[in-house]
């Protein structure tokens, strides 16, 4: 077969229930130049042997095993066994519409694009939809013929409903070239990938039609299960990840307030969510990693508010119980 045109690569674990669909989906794809990567992360249902059905039967699928750690190593794994000149990544219990890689293939090798940004619909329990558009309506740019790169979508680099990359088509040799890999964390481990490659890209393009279905229905993710345990606290981590790269990369005083406001958002949001028996020593954290951030008062023109006063009940509490005290005062 010759060089595919793209390589869709997803992770899967314990997926049974809604695999065939996702997999469907994509062995149906107008495109048929594409080699579809499933790397099975230690399921102990019946995803591995659903997998191995597909690869008997197309020999576009090529499926791989490895233990549990996670969709971030299983990505990495993917994307190293990928021959594919654009890349897809596709979670196991969602699905495509049957003509995405045609469609995004085109307007890449048209536009030359290092990524392509396109949009999704989040499918949420009781027959109610969020579609995730990236630009407006009354947009009137002509994104047939035109690229751009961060500056034109700056507010969407941290932006947690848009910072996901399952709606982005990313151009293969752009991912190697800017050593762009995924953290081994078990969770929020696409946040960076994200950052990196939105700001890294030099050559952005938008398809400006849902193609994609993220779907919140009949199961869990991995992510929401995990979030209220202690395996939130790899958060941390995110965020100096990402802090570390903006600096070795010279962006972080153009982007240090979306980076603050993001982390003072996020953080304030999963210390409210996390299960009671973390919450203290989430807390520290919380004060350390603000304490890290070296705010001045002229910085605080630039933060929301509601932001600005979280911070500053947080860096002024001993321990939670006396955040926890600021909290409620501040709701009388």
């Known amino acids: ?78 994307l190293s066994y990928s021959k594919g000149e654009y890349i897809l990544f596709v ?73 996901v990359i399952w709606n982005k088509f990313y151009k293969a040799s752009f991912i190697k070239e800017n050593n762009i890999s995924f953290p081994k964390h078990k969770i929020y481990n696409d946040v960076e990938f994200h950052v990196k490659s939105l700001v890294l890209a030099k050559n952005i393009g938008y398809l400006p039609k849902i193609l994609y279905h993220y779907n919140r229905i009949g199961q869990d993710s991995l992510q929401t299960s995990f979030v209220k345990t202690k395996n939130a606290f790899v958060f941390f981590d995110v965020l100096n990840g990402i802090r570390d790269f903006l600096n070795e990369n010279n962006y972080f005083l153009e982007f240090k307030f979306d980076f603050i406001n993001f982390s003072i958002f996020e953080l304030r949001n999963k210390l409210d969510s996390i299960q009671d028996n973390f919450k203290e020593e989430f807390f520290e954290k919380s004060l350390q ?16 508010f509601e932001y600005f006063t979280h911070f500053l009940f947080v860096i002024n509490s001993e321990n939670y119980d006396d955040l926890n005290s600021f909290l409620n005062l501040q709701k009388i």
């Not at 290092?114 to 939809?129: E, Q, S, T, Y």
């Not at 558009?133 to 680099?157: A, L």
């Not at 990693?289 to 929301?304: K, Q």
Request: overall charge negative; hydrophobic content about 35%; aromatic content about 12%.
């Open 1 to 78: 077969m010759n060089c595919p045109n793209v390589s869709i690569i997803i992770p899967v674990f314990n997926s049974e229930d809604l695999l065939i669909k996702c997999l469907d989906s994509i062995k149906n794809q107008t495109m048929t130049n594409i080699e579809i990567i499933c790397v099975d992360d230690g399921s102990s249902d019946n995803s591995l042997k659903i997998l191995k059905d597909y690869e008997k039967n197309d020999s576009r699928f090529k499926v791989f095993h490895q233990e549990n750690s996670g969709a971030g190593t299983a990505r990495n794994n993917g």
């Open 91 to 163: 979670d196991s219990d969602d699905f495509i519409e049957k003509d995405s890689c045609e469609k995004l293939y085109n307007l890449a090798i048209r536009l030359n694009s290092d990524l392509i940004l396109f949009d999704a619909v989040r499918h949420l329990k009781n027959g109610k939809n969020l579609n995730l558009i990236h630009f407006s309506k009354n947009n009137t740019t002509d994104f047939n013929n035109f690229s751009f790169n961060y500056e034109y979508t700056k507010d969407k680099v941290f932006d947690g409903y848009y910072g």
């Open 289 to 304: 990693f603000f304490y890290s951030l070296n705010l001045t008062v002229e910085d605080f023109d630039n933060i929301p």
